[in-house]
C-alpha cells in the first residue's frame, strides 16, 4: 500500500498526527546530525590529537634549543664563517619556530570552521525536513597552513645543517 491508499482508507492525517511526523523527523536529523558528528570526527580528531603532540613537541623541543644556542652564542670566536653559521642556525630555529606556530594555530582555525559548518547544515537540514548532508561540514586544511609547516621542518634542518657545519668548523678552527 502507498500513501494514496492508505489516506483513501483512513482519510488525510490530522494536524496532530503531521505535527508528530514534523517533530519525529526533527528528532531523527538531530539524531543523524549527532552519530555522523561522532563517528566522523573522531577519525579526523584522532588524526588531529597525533600531529598536534608532534607539533607541540617540535616546537619545544627547538625552542630548547634556541635557548642553548643563545647561551652559546657569548663565545667570542673572530672568524667570520663561524659566525655566520651560528647566525644562520639561530634565525633558522626562529624561523621554525614561528612557521610551526602557526601551523598549530591552524587547528584552532580548522575546529573553529568545522563547528560553524555544522551548524550551519544542522540548522538548514532541520528547516527543510531532511537529514544532514555530511559532504558539507568537512573541511579541508588550507594550504597556506599545509605550506607553512614544511616550511617550519625545511628551516629546522638547514638549522640542524649550520649547527653541524658550525660544529665542524669550531673543531678545525679552534
Known amino acids: ?35 555522523a558528528y561522532r563517528s566522523d570526527v573522531d577519525l579526523h580528531q584522532r588524526e588531529r590529537e597525533m600531529l598536534l603532540k608532534w ?16 647561551t652559546l652564542g657569548s663565545s667570542s670566536n673572530k672568524i667570520l664563517c663561524i659566525r655566520i653559521c651560528f647566525a644562520l642556525a639561530i634565525c633558522s630555529v626562529a624561523m621554525s619556530i614561528l612557521c610551526l606556530g602557526v601551523c598549530l594555530y591552524s587547528e584552532l582555525h580548522y ?5 560553524s559548518r555544522l551548524e550551519k547544515e544542522t540548522r538548514t537540514a532541520i528547516a527543510e525536513y531532511r537529514s544532514v548532508d555530511y559532504h558539507k ?20 634542518a638547514f638549522a640542524l645543517i649550520s649547527l653541524c657545519v658550525y660544529a665542524v668548523l669550531q673543531v678545525i678552527f679552534p
Open 111 to 115: 575546529l573553529r570552521k568545522q563547528r
Open 1 to 35: 500500500m502507498n500513501f494514496k491508499e492508505i489516506s483513501e482508507v483512513f482519510g488525510q492525517p490530522d494536524e496532530e498526527f503531521t505535527k508528530n511526523v514534523k517533530n519525529l523527523a526533527n528528532e531523527q536529523i538531530l539524531k543523524s546530525v549527532e552519530d
Open 137 to 156: 561540514i568537512v573541511v579541508h586544511p588550507e594550504k597556506i597552513f599545509g605550506t607553512l609547516e614544511k616550511a617550519g621542518y625545511i628551516c629546522l
Open 55 to 70: 607539533l607541540r613537541w617540535v616546537v619545544s623541543s627547538e625552542g630548547m634549543l634556541f635557548g642553548i644556542l643563545v
